[in-house]
Every structure is written in structure tokens, then in C-alpha cells.
């Protein structure tokens, strides 16, 4: 996943209780307020408090409101540096808080930041209308953009404009007063609602636990039992285990544990998550969002939500994206059904005569793993060892783009699972700073991504490289146990390195489309094609070894990885494709949704013929792609797909040419990662492959043609 933060915010009146002197006492105290001292710029974590926020962000927005006004109301004639590279220049203190305070109210939360941020996000959805509802601001942007032809632009800027230019109508810039104030308490309604979404989700995740005794185990590995001792005793239960929600937790056991009740309670704790008709309960907020965001859509002269957000993609339209959808969804459904077929004859040879539940699915799917193509995931670990697939990821940033990356430990940490690095090019040039932060601990949100503490920038010769770190939620190592991942946990963390190349290897000139700042549906493009890499022979022979023999993944090993490449492709396809139609039936409804979300998506799933094996990989009630941020992922799952095209059309050409091609590599870098979003998406993929991808090689790597 991929989070890119507001990049702009701002303005609502100082109502500052604090008497001048005070004011000016706790600013210079407030780093926020300084010139970071700290090496490469890093935030100086250390001297964060959380006391500090709110007044950085009323200023931020403050200072930022007054830079805009002073654009807008600029007496000379608009120009592109007047106007446009001006306000690319503003909101320094608001940023500078911003990409503080959303990194750690996703990496390292608390109640007092939980508590900041319910207050500061409607204020900051206020501040962009302000920004982008300036009648005269967006006259001079208008003006720029009606004589573009003329204005002798860089490409990247004629880009930029026309990003703004939209922007600002998106925002509802060109409409009435009275239709700009109902704009503006649209966007305080879905700011708060997707606000409230959120931390339903978070105490939703971290409320479920089942607390299990000794005799409860059975069929458990002792990795995962030792796991379980440790939640426990956490927990403050004594000579217990505990199984949570979470996916470190989930999936082994879901996996492993031979008493199906007991997976069926933990699995049933995961997919209920926000649809407990209690206190956290997400079906309602989940409605309400939808509706809030079909009338905003609606006021802007758009049908749908989906219509609205689309305008911003590659797929510009909710037919593009059904039409995607419906080419691959057949196959996949026909394939989950085969998978299923197949797991319900494994239980009657076992002498269980039961239909597959979505508690079964992994339990199964692990047996048919060993016995057709004799793959043991519990094989497999000993040779992903944290460290190691870390190491990989560099090593292959290495043969790829010449990088390299150094540990600091000289520089100021938020958590001391943090690593810091410093990453430098192939001639030695330091061209960013890389955070990584991968271990599990309750304080951060589920899930993994990237984002940005600083976007890469070059304006009027004032470089600026880019601050970027990963975040996961991988088994810490504990003692002498070292962690271990799943196959999939290090195709994540590989996809999310992906991400971390994109925004390191940016080469733009203006931040705010430098790095991941392109469409939705091609930024998985990047991170996706890394995953390509982890399991090919070539790569896991210079990083999978043994974590206590230190040998290398033996052939016979790699072999069976490959050969069973294609199992259960039908569960993972129908799994996420379920989520990507049910998002795009919440957006794409042209009346307010009026039945309760549990009968709305029971009804869009029943509209695909989804099967009982399988749940959507994200639910209605805990769906933050779709309902966690006023705009996100909504009308955007289906993203993954998208990018999916792309990386598995442009891994065919390191395929032909070399997996550790320089000239495809170099190609690869210099069309998709260094350019952002400066140009048109599919523009940049046919300049680097020489002409569309083909849509055939995402069906034959899932094994449905
Ligand atoms: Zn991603």
C-alpha cells in the first residue's frame, strides 16, 4: 500500500488563548518552529512532543493562508513563477508538521495523537478549500492555463498546471458561493466520518482476542505456539496463549490449527471487525460516506463518486474499470471453484464431510500445498530470516540501479525498531534517506506501506533528497527466536521496497509531483513489479540463507517454490477482487444508498456470484482503502489490478533481457522512476517499453489462460 499525504493544507482563524510572550517562549522551544539541526534533515524525532502539533499546524496554516493571499491578490500579471511555483513553494511549517504527524498516527500512534488528529483533520479538509475555493487564486491559475500553449513550459510544468488547473475546478472552484458552502461542509462531514472509520478499525483490530489453554494447540508449530505464549503473557495472561486479529497472528493459526471451531472464531473475529453493532460498529459510517461522497460528486456535475475520482487515473472512467474487472473475473471464480472442489475431497479422504468455509480455506489450502507439490511453508521460513530478505532488497537495488545503502545510527529515531540509512548512487552521490520499520507493535495501524517524511525536489537549483521509510507489521525476533517471514510477508515487504524506489529515485523538479505523486492506478506499478523478483533462482541464491547453517535455498527447494508459483491463484484473485467490486458498488451508486452497508454488500456480492469459501479480502467495516480518508482507495482498488498489467508486462522485458538487466534497468529508472507523475502514465510506460502492455501476461502468471 501506498500513502501519500496531503500535500497541501490550511487556513482557519487563530483563536489563540496564550498570551503573546507564551506564544513566543513555546515556539522557540518547538522544533517545528526551527531549522532542523539534524544530519540530512531528518525530523529530530527526539524532541517531538506531542504538545507540539497543534500549534505548529494553526501556524502552518496560517502562514500558508497568508502566502496563497498574497499570490492571489499579486498585482502583477500571472506567470507560471508568480503563481504556480510560488505556491509550490508555500506551507513550509504546515508541511514540514504534516508529514510528521501523518507518518506517526499511521507508524507510531497514541490516544493524545488520535485525539490531535480527530480535531485537526476537518480543519485541514477547511484549509484546503480555502486554498483551492480562492476565487482570485484560481483566476490567475485559469489565466496560465487558458494561454499554456504560449507560456514556453517544461513539460513537467505544463503538467503541473494542468494539475492545478483541475485541481482547482475538482475542488469546486468555478462553482457558486452558495454551492462552495456546501462544498465546504461536504468535505467537513467526510473528513470526520473517515476520521471515525479509522479508529473503529484500529480498536476493533486490537479489542479481539482469543485466549487459548494449553490443550487448544493441537496441530500448531511451535514458532507459532511460542508466538501465542508471548501475546499472552503481553497481555497479562498467565501460562495462557493469545491469538488476535492480527495477520502475524491470524493466518498461522487459521493455517495450522486443527480445531475448526476454534479457527472458525478467530477467522469469524477478523471479518467482523467493525460489524459488532457495538460502539465501533463501521456499517453506518460506511453508508454515510458513500452518500456524502455521491453529493459531492453530484455537485460537481459528476453522477458518481467513481466518476469523479476517475477523471484522475489511467482508467478515466467506471466502465474502463468494469471492463477490467469482467475480463479477469470469470477465470478467477472458475478457478477459486476448482481450488475449493478440490479442498472438500482432501477433508472427505480425511473422513470430514464439510462444505469450505472461509475458516477452512488456509487450513486446506496448506495441505494440497504439501501434498501436490510437497512445499512446506515452515521449510521455507528458515530461509527468510528478516535480515536477509532486507538484504535482499538492497542487493537488488544494487544490481539493478548501482544504489547502495549504509546504516546511520547517528540520527534521531521515533521507536528503536527504527533503521535509518543513508542511500547513495552508483558514482556515490547521496540521493535520500531511507526509514524502515518493520516489526509489529500495537501503536501502529495494520498492514504495511511507504510514505514520505520529505518528497524529492529541485526548485531553482535548491536540491532537495528524499526523506522515505516502510513501515510493516512482521513478527518482532524475540531472544534466540529469530523472525522469520512467510512467502508472502516477504513479497510484501519487497513490494513496499518498490514503493521506496519510486520516491528515492525521483528525479523531478516540483515536490508536489515528484516520487509516488502519480494516479492511483499506476503507482502499484512500481512496487508490484519488485515482487517479481523475491522467488526467481537467480535472486534467492544471493540472499536466502539459512538462518542458522547459513546455507543457501538448495535447488530441489527453489524448485518446488516455482512449480507450485500458480496455487491458489483463484482464492487470491476471487479474495481481492471481491473488495475491488464491492468498492466500485459503494461509488458508483447515482441515488444515496438507503438499505443498511451488511444488505448492501451482501447484495453487490451476490451480484458477482461471489461463493461462500471465500469472504472479500477487506469487509465493509474495516475497508480503510475505501472509507478511512475522504477520498483514498475509494472507486480505487481495482488499482492493484491495473498496476498489475503494467508489472507483469514490463517484468517480461527483464524476463528477455536478463533479470538483472543495465539496460532495462536503466530504461525502467529513467521512464517510471525518476519521472513521477511529470507526464502522462501511459505515455511514461510506452516510452520505457515501446508500446502498451499487454494484457495477457497478468492471466498467465495467475494461470488462467
Ligand atoms: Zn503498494
Known amino acids: 500500500m501506498m500513502k501519500k499525504l496531503l500535500y497541501v493544507i490550511a487556513a482557519v482563524a487563530l483563536f489563540s488563548c496564550q498570551t503573546q510572550s507564551e506564544n513566543t517562549e513555546m515556539q522557540t522551544e518547538n522544533p517545528f518552529y526551527q531549522e532542523w539541526q539534524t544530519p540530512y534533515g531528518v525530523p529530530p524525532f527526539d524532541q517531538i512532543k506531542d504538545e507540539h502539533y497543534m500549534q505548529a499546524f494553526e501556524d502552518g496554516m496560517a502562514q500558508q493562508l497568508e502566502e496563497v493571499n498574497a499570490i492571489a491578490s499579486n498585482e502583477e500579471e500571472p506567470t507560471f513563477e508568480n503563481t504556480i511555483t510560488a505556491f509550490e513553494k508555500s506551507g513550509d511549517l504546515l508541511n514540514k508538521v504534516s508529514n510528521v504527524f501523518f507518518n506517526l498516527t499511521s507508524a507510531h500512534t497514541n490516544d493524545s495523537l488520535q485525539g490531535i488528529s480527530r480535531v485537526i483533520s476537518p480543519r485541514l479538509s477547511a484549509h484546503s478549500d480555502n486554498i483551492f475555493l480562492n476565487a482570485d487564486f484560481y483566476a490567475r491559475v485559469k489565466a496560465l492555463f487558458d494561454q499554456r500553449e504560449e507560456l514556453d513550459l517544461t513539460i513537467e510544468q505544463a503538467k503541473l498546471l494542468d494539475n492545478y488547473n483541475t485541481r482547482f475546478v475538482r475542488a469546486g472552484a468555478a462553482l457558486s458561493v452558495e454551492e462552495q458552502a456546501k462544498m465546504r461542509e461536504l468535505n467537513g462531514q467526510l473528513s470526520s466520518l473517515s476520521v471515525a472509520f479509522g479508529e473503529n478499525v484500529l480498536a476493533e483490530t486490537n479489542k479481539f482476542e482469543m485466549v487459548l489453554e494449553e490443550g487448544d494447540l493441537e496441530g500448531l ?48 473475529g477478523y471479518i467482523n471487525r467493525g460489524d459488532n453493532d457495538d460502539e465501533n460498529d463501521n456499517k453506518e459510517l460506511a453508508r454515510q460516506l458513500a452518500n456524502v461522497r455521491l453529493e459531492k460528486a453530484q455537485l460537481l456535475g459528476y453522477s458518481t463518486w467513481a466518476d469523479y475520482v476517475l477523471t484522475q487515473r489511467m482508467l478515466d472512467t467506471p466502465d474502463k474499470v468494469y471492463n477490467l474487472l469482467d475480463k479477469v473475473w470469470p477465470a478467477a471464480l472458475e478457478a477459486a471453484k476448482k481450488e475449493r472442489d478440490l479442498m472438500k475431497e482432501m477433508a472427505a479422504k480425511e473422513g470430514v464431510d464439510i462444505d469450505i468455509m472461509p475458516w477452512d480455506w488456509w487450513y486446506y489450502a496448506e495441505k494440497i500445498k504439501k501434498e501436490q507439490y510437497d512445499l512446506d511453508e515452515n521449510e521455507i521460513r528458515p530461509y527468510l530470516k528478516v535480515d536477509n530478505v532486507i538484504n535482499g532488497t538492497f542487493i537488488l537495488a544494487n544490481k539493478l540501479f548501482g ?37 509489529y507493535r500495537s501503536s501502529k495501524r495494520g498492514g504495511a506501506w511507504m510514505n514520505t517524511y520529505r518528497s524529492q525536489s529541485n526548485m531553482e537549483g535548491n536540491k532537495i533528497i528524499p526523506i522515505v521509510t516502510n ?40 515536490p508536489s509531483i515528484s516520487g509516488t505523486s502519480t494516479p492511483r492506478d499506476f503507482v502499484e506499478f512500481p512496487s508490484q513489479v519488485m515482487e517479481n523478483w523475491v522467488f526467481e533462482p537467480e535472486m534467492l541464491a544471493l540472499y536466502a540463507f539459512h538462518y542458522e547453517t547459513g546455507e543457501v535455498m538448495p535447488t530441489e527447494l527453489v524448485e518446488k517454490i516455482k512449480n507450485a508459483g500458480q496455487f491458489n491463484q483463484g482464492f487470491g484473485t476471487v479474495e481481492y477482487m471481491a473488495a475491488s467490486y464491492l468498492d466500485m458498488a459503494y461509488h458508483t451508486v447515482t441515488e444515496p444508498i438507503t438499505i443498511g452497508a451488511g444488505e448492501f454488500e451482501e447484495a453487490a456480492m451476490d451480484e458477482i456470484g461471489m461463493i ?51 539496460e532495462t534497468a536503466n530504461a525502467y529508472r529513467e521512464h517510471i522512476l525518476s519521472k513521477g507523475g511529470t507526464r502522462d502514465a501511459m505515455e511514461m510506460y510506452v516510452n520505457f517499453r515501446g508500446r502498451e502492455p499487454k494484457f495477457e501476461g497478468l492471466l498467465e502468471r495467475r494461470g488462467f489462460n
Request: hydrophobic share 30%; net charge negative.
Open 221 to 268: 508449530p511451535e514458532s507459532v505456539i511460542n508466538a501465542g505464549a508471548e501475546a499472552a503473557k503481553e497481555r497479562g495472561y498467565k501460562g495462557k496463549y493469545v491469538f488476535t486479529t492480527h495477520r502475524p497472528s491470524l493466518y498461522p493459526f487459521i493455517t495450522y490449527s486443527t480445531n475448526r471451531e476454534l479457527r472458525e472464531k478467530l477467522k469469524k
Open 403 to 439: 544504489m547502495t545503502f549504509e546504516e546511520q545510527t547517528n540520527i534521531p529515531k521515533y521507536h528503536d525498531d527504527v533503521r535509518t540509512y543513508t542511500v547513495k548512487n552508483e558514482n556515490g552521490e547521496l540521493i535520500g534517506i531511507y526509514l524502515s520499520d518493520w516489526f
Open 471 to 510: 513501515v510493516g507489521n512482521f513478527t518482532k525476533p524475540t531472544g534466540d527466536t529469530p523472525s522469520l517471514l512467510s512467502q508472502s510477508e516477504a513479497t510484501t515487504l519487497f513490494h513496499e521496497f518498490g514503493h521506496a524506489l519510486h520516491g528515492l529515485l525521483s528525479e523531478c523538479t516540483y
Open 612 to 662: 461462500d469459501a471465500i469472504v472479500p479480502r477487506y469487509r465493509t467495516g474495516y475497508f480503510s482503502h475505501a472509507f478511512s480518508n475522504p477520498e483514498g482507495y475509494s472507486a480505487g482498488y481495482y488499482s492493484y489490478l491495473n498496476s498489475e498489467v503494467m508489472d507483469a508486462d514490463a517484468f517480461g522485458a527483464f524476463k528477455e533481457n536478463g533479470l538483472f538487466d543495465k
